[in-house]
């Protein structure tokens, strides 16, 4: 397996986790205060992390946590969780997902930006069609601008340098813990939420915290999977199957929480998906050229 095909698939995997993660911590909230869901959201999912570190066999904390790259990643995963915390409490979830999915595009232009990788014109017109998607979904004009997006916007520079960073972190670091770092920061996340809740309810909500260990539980398989899809093949190909997590949750938008996405959203999902298969099947055809005929040289035009 080609190391973009495994990429690709961790990523859609990783996608698939964070959907329902995100349904789990939408279900929470309803119930608990923003801050206090997400410090245990932060609290289990660490306990998980470092527990699947000890079973390995390795260290909980590595001594690279404190290195400029991962404590520049902490910073952007701070940001990132806090954020898009705040979107999904005050803005549906389809839209927020919706806004999330630029963050492909971000991550290509850092990825040649800060990395020097060759995104030909047919990815990044794949891309740009994956987001206009987006912004048909969103559809932003002056009349239907919420200002409450922004959160999710925030959020999603947040997690694009996070994406970064992690495929610039040390090898050496596993994603193992690299989850327990990461949940780490969202519970200071959630101590930096918690100043600004002006309530404290559903502190005994038996179905509220069963919902933020189901949301640990699908963070921590989508946070080794999505560290594996950033350190497997080109950034440029990996980043953009991030557009499946849309689907799923539209799908989780409609059936648990009753959003009734019109024949736009739709559309414009249809064109995000079309976008990714796209790179998927150009990436295939472009191994197999290159696999029967290595030594042929010359600028891509993937």
Excluded: C
């Excluded at 004009?141 to 960073?165: K, N, Q, Y």
């Excluded at 009734?260 to 998906?273: Q, S």
């Amino acid at each position: 397996m080609s190391g973009n095909l495994r990429g690709s698939l961790y990523m859609v995997l990783a996608m698939s986790a964070f959907a329902v993660e995100d349904m789990f911590f939408k279900l929470a909230i309803e119930d608990l205060p923003k801050g206090l869901a997400l410090m245990g959201f932060g609290v289990f999912g660490t306990l998980i992390a470092a527990g699947l570190s000890r079973h390995a066999n390795e260290p909980v904390f590595h001594p690279a946590f404190l290195s400029r790259g991962l404590v520049l990643r902490s910073a952007m995963e701070l940001s990132g969780r806090h954020f898009y915390a705040l979107s999904l409490a005050f803005v549906p979830l389809a839209t927020t997902s919706a806004i999330l999915q630029a963050t492909p595009l971000v991550v290509t232009m850092g990825a040649a930006a800060l990395f020097g990788e060759k995104v030909g014109v047919r990815r990044w017109s794949a891309s740009v069609v994956g987001f206009v998607g987006v912004l048909m979904i969103l559809r932003p004009s002056p009349a239907a601008f919420e200002p409450t997006v922004i959160f999710a916007v925030l959020g999603m520079l947040g997690f694009a340098g996070r994406d970064l960073a992690t495929r610039a972190s040390p090898p050496s670091v596993s994603g193992r813990q690299l989850g327990t770092l990461g949940f780490m920061v969202v519970v200071a996340a959630g101590l930096v939420l918690s100043a600004f809740d002006q309530e404290w309810r559903g502190l005994a909500a038996p179905r509220a915290w069963a919902a933020v260990v189901g949301a640990a539980l699908f963070g921590v398989a989508a946070y080794n999977s999505l560290t594996i899809a950033m350190r497997s093949g080109e950034v440029s190909v990996v980043a953009p199957f991030r557009y499946t997590r849309l689907l799923l949750a539209l799908v989780i938008a409609y059936v648990v929480f009753a959003e009734r996405p019109d024949a736009l959203t739709l559309a414009g999902a249809a064109l995000i998906v079309a976008s990714g298969v796209y790179i998927l099947v150009r990436t295939g055809r472009q191994g197999k050229t290159g696999a029967a005929r290595p030594a042929m040289k010359g600028p891509s035009r993937s």
